[in-house]
């Protein structure tokens, strides 16, 4: 028998957004490309990636970062159908 892992957040939010259809419109598109962590929040990702790596990450560092991590990958989501859908647009030209 074999053993199920639970769903993770990031694997919910890929099967909503990450679908092959590239269906948004442009001026959506870009307005998802222009998503970003601030400057200030790539430097404590930083920060608590040398601290995982050295081990001396906290308890909360680590949920901290793991955090960080989920919402790359969902940003990582919608900049990847943003960029589906804009190609997909300029190649029906």
Do not use: C, W
């Not at 870009?30 to 790596?53: C, D, T, W, Y």
């Not at 960080?68 to 190649?91: M, T, V, W």
Request: no cysteine; net charge positive; charged share 30%.
């Amino acid at each position: 028998m074999s053993v199920r892992t639970p769903i993770t957040e990031a694997e919910i939010l890929e099967r909503i957004v990450a679908s092959k259809k590239g269906n948004l419109k442009p001026e959506t598109a870009r307005s998802f490309l222009e998503f970003q962590l601030p400057g200030r929040e790539v430097a404590r990702i930083r920060r608590l990636l040398r601290k995982n790596n050295a081990g001396s990450i906290t308890a909360a560092e680590r949920i901290a970062r793991e955090s960080y991590i989920r919402i790359g990958q969902f940003l990582d989501l919608l900049h990847a159908k943003a960029r589906l859908s804009l190609s997909r647009r300029a190649r029906a030209r």
